[in-house]
């Protein structure tokens, strides 16, 4: 089951105020970006998030994920705590890069 658009616009909606949100569906899924940066994976309406050091505290209680085969394991983000969200992304955000576009060949 792929990603509702009713979904990644909740998504969104949980995590405004934080910066320049915007979203881009990827392989039938979604990328969430903030402040053009790369922090939130939603695959089958659910939404995940690297395993960084900087939310390992925050995040100790998180179930773990696979986005999708093949994928490392990532944080399942409860997307319904609007408080803590934001306070994981925000932290996810500062130390995420702004990806480089692949030049075309």
């Given at each position: 089951?792929?990603?509702?658009?009713?979904?990644?616009?909740?998504?969104?909606e949980q995590i405004k105020g934080i910066g320049e949100i915007r979203y881009k569906k990827m392989f039938?899924?979604?990328?969430?970006?903030?402040?053009?940066?790369p922090v939130i994976i939603v695959c089958n309406n659910v939404p995940f998030v690297k395993k960084l050091d900087c939310i390992k505290e925050m995040m100790q209680d998180a179930e773990i994920?696979?986005?999708y085969k093949g994928a490392k394991e990532h944080y399942i983000l409860d997307i319904d705590n609007t408080d803590f969200c934001r306070s994981v992304i925000i932290e996810v955000e500062k130390v995420t890069s702004i990806?480089?576009?692949?030049?075309?060949?």
């Open positions: 089951m792929a990603t509702t658009n009713e979904y990644i616009e909740y998504v969104c039938g899924e979604f990328m969430v970006y903030v402040n053009d940066k994920g696979y986005p990806p480089i576009p692949k030049k075309k060949k």
